[in-house]
């Protein structure tokens, strides 16, 4: 997919993070009262579009990788194999040529299925 197809939406989405921003801002004005209540909103407020934009994302194909929540929209790069998808998040990478395999810097594993980390592996 182009990823200027993606533009418009980041975009929209930029300019909502904005709006959040500057009524962080404005929150300092506000009477201690009313002040965390404020918090409060602007946090569901944050998390909403970010889980919108998960979810936009998502169907128009691009890949999610769960290591936060809302999920974290994995990034094309190119490496001296190709290209591959990167989570900004965790720096996990899924090589495009393996699609369901997603490589930690750890050297874990992780499925759709669950982490396959060492910690984690069933004992034999």
Do not use: Y
């Amino acid at each position: 997919m182009d990823p200027t197809t993606l533009q418009p939406v980041k975009d929209a989405f930029a300019l909502f993070r904005e709006g959040l921003a500057a009524v962080r801002d404005a929150k300092a004005l506000l009477p201690a009262a009313q002040q965390e209540a404020v918090t409060i909103t602007l946090e569901k407020a944050g998390t909403a579009a970010s889980l919108a934009e998960a979810q936009i994302a998502k169907a128009l194909g691009f890949r999610l990788h769960e290591c936060t929540w809302p999920p974290q929209i994995m990034l094309a790069v190119k490496t001296p194999n190709g290209e591959e998808k990167r989570c900004p998040a965790c720096g996990a990478t899924t090589d495009i040529r393996t699609p369901r395999r997603v490589v930690r810097s750890s050297d874990a594993v992780s499925t759709e299925h669950g982490d396959r980390s060492p910690e984690n592996k069933p004992r034999r």
